[in-house]
């Protein structure tokens, strides 16, 4: 486990890009208890490329409102202030995996199942509702730092992990004079996020030491239980029932997630299919093919149509030259979405 001691950071940590601005003020704003759908709506406006992908966000399958979304404005009011809140964070976060190698995949699964599972605890106790989503996207990003910083080393220290079944963080340490949670702890300050996502960031690896549920104690729960889902980056040195992992929470709060387990993982699935398509290796592949192939491997059944645009959409529109929304296959989970940034 992380320890209080600051170790030495390394020096390609320091080169590691800023958090976004545009999401660093979002959550600002989203952190006031005066949130007005205008001045949320504004201030995603103001940045185009930011605006389009909310725009396109928007515009999936995921909704399937009756009518074409074609501003920015129009796109937050139908969403409501929890939806764009969850996506500014994963959007953000998704600029960041600059890979398709398997290791940075499988970070980019568990950060999305931890994000929807610590979601779902906080509606089953009914605490932490407005920060549960963004923590859990949160939470490993000094493991998205030391991947950033040491693609090739990092992978390979999750793989040798994986394949030697060592602790990951005692590994980390010793590969990189700090483990990722020492460094998310650091990045979290450097970006000047919330406090709570800087001791989140820190300490999520930290077991429940029997002090009151809070948010920390609640993303705890949320990564192990997406390890125990599959969405492990590296395997539990120790196998884990499900009744142990929810044993910090209140019954009523464990009856139901288990209870709700099977649409929660469809939900999951669901979600890291939506949110596929902003990974930049995604977006770099789908801009190399041209709009033929693209249009083919989105037309997989009748239910689905799919046209051209007239234009690339306008800063102002964000994809106001649509004929027709993309309606995507979400079967098609990374490779369909990939339509989404094609014209970005």
């Given amino acids: 486990m992380s320890t209080d001691a600051a170790p030495a950071v390394p020096r390609k940590l320091y080169a590691i890009p800023a958090f976004p601005p545009i999401a660093a003020r979002l959550m600002a704003t989203f952190a006031r208890s005066d949130i007005e759908l205008r001045s949320v709506a504004d201030?995603?406006?103001s940045e185009p490329t930011f605006g389009s992908r909310v725009l396109q966000f928007a515009n999936s399958a995921r909704f399937s409102f009756n009518s074409k979304i074609t501003s920015v404005r129009h796109a937050v009011s139908m969403l409501g202030i929890e939806e764009v809140r969850n996506a500014t964070t994963t959007l953000a976060m998704a600029?960041?995996?600059?890979?398709?190698?398997?290791?940075?995949?499988?970070?980019?699964?568990?950060?999305i199942a931890c994000a929807l599972l610590a979601e779902e605890i906080a509606k089953a106790t009914g605490q932490f509702r407005d920060q549960a989503y963004t923590a859990g996207v949160l939470h490993d990003i000094g493991r998205l730092g030391l991947l950033a910083a040491y693609p090739s080393e990092y992978q390979q220290t999750v793989r040798d992990a994986a394949e030697h079944a060592?602790?990951?963080l005692d590994y980390e340490r010793e590969k990189f004079g700090l483990d990722h949670c020492e460094a998310g702890r650091w990045l979290a300050e450097r970006w000047a996020l919330p406090e709570d996502f800087r001791v989140i960031a820190g300490r999520h690896h930290d077991p429940p030491d029997g002090s009151p549920f809070d948010l920390c104690t609640l993303v705890h729960v949320a990564c192990r239980l997406a390890d125990h889902l599959d969405?492990?980056?590296t395997r539990p040195l120790r196998p884990v029932e499900l009744d142990e992992l929810l044993a910090p929470l209140p019954e009523p709060a464990r009856r139901r997630l288990t209870e709700e387990m099977d649409r929660i993982r469809k939900a999951i699935e669901l979600h890291i299919a939506e949110y596929g398509a902003f990974l930049p290796e995604t977006a770099k592949a789908a801009r190399e093919e041209s709009p033929e192939q693209a249009i083919a491997e989105l037309q997989l059944s009748n239910e689905f149509t799919v046209c051209l645009p007239d234009a690339a959409p306008s800063s102002d529109s964000g994809g106001g030259a649509w004929k027709n929304a993309a309606l995507l296959a979400i079967a098609a989970a990374l490779g369909g979405w990939a339509w989404f940034t094609w014209m970005r």
Avoid: F, G
């Fill in 166 to 168: 060592l602790d990951l």
């Fill in 43 to 45: 201030l995603i406006a």
């Fill in 231 to 233: 969405y492990d980056v």
């Fill in 95 to 111: 600029s960041y995996y600059r890979s398709s190698a398997v290791e940075l995949v499988r970070c980019w699964r568990h950060t």
